[in-house]
């Protein structure tokens, strides 16, 4: 199959009805919001890296811009297919984001990691200082909950490519 045939069934997919891409885009903004809230309410919170919180702050900012931006109408190509210049600039707009989101997310694993296991106890008189406790362990999860999920879709990916080599994929309109 050449990819411009797998490219065109992909176009040629039914879109899943409107209320399931409304449920899937309010789910995906539910951890953008939660970094906000988490990251804003444990500003001051963490002497012990005081980037941490405002990493939060930043990539839940961000990142619920980028999911509010993807359902725009700018966001969509035309009906043949066609991109014109609004949806050129936010494919733009959409790939710096993403951009800065990756490196965003690099420094906070530095930032986060780093510490790994911080004094949780505020007011202990240990020589170092302290982090908040469901502040770092927010943190902490929701990375390495990225890293997970990463995973899990890198897995999934080389099974179905593992699949479709193993077994094939006969079609009978297929012009191989």
């Known amino acids: 199959m050449s990819s411009q045939a797998l490219m065109g069934r992909l176009r040629n997919q039914p879109q899943p009805p409107t209320p399931v891409l409304a449920l899937s885009k309010l789910m995906v903004c539910v951890l953008p919001v939660a970094q906000i809230v988490i990251g804003s309410l444990y500003l001051d919170q963490c002497p012990r890296q005081p980037l941490i919180p405002i990493y939060l702050l930043v990539v839940g900012v961000f990142g619920l811009m980028l999911s509010v931006l993807s359902c725009l109408p700018c966001a969509q190509q035309g009906e043949d297919g066609s991109s014109t210049t609004l949806s050129r600039v936010c494919a733009t707009w959409n790939s710096l984001t993403s951009l800065f989101l990756f490196c965003w997310f690099i420094a906070g694993n530095v930032w986060i990691y780093s510490i790994?296991?911080?004094?949780?106890n505020r007011t202990t008189t240990a020589v170092e200082p302290y982090c908040?406790?469901?502040l770092y362990l927010f943190a902490f999860w929701?990375?390495?909950l990225l890293y997970i999920l990463l995973g899990l879709f890198l897995l999934g990916g080389c099974c179905t490519l593992?699949?479709?080599?193993?077994f094939g994929?006969?079609?009978p309109d297929d012009d191989v």
Not at 116 to 120: D, H, S, T, V
Not at 162 to 166: A, D, N
């Open 116 to 120: 790994y296991k911080p004094n949780y």
């Open 142 to 144: 929701t990375t390495t």
């Open 169 to 171: 994929r006969a079609d």
């Open 132 to 134: 908040h406790k469901t």
């Open 162 to 166: 593992l699949c479709f080599c193993f």
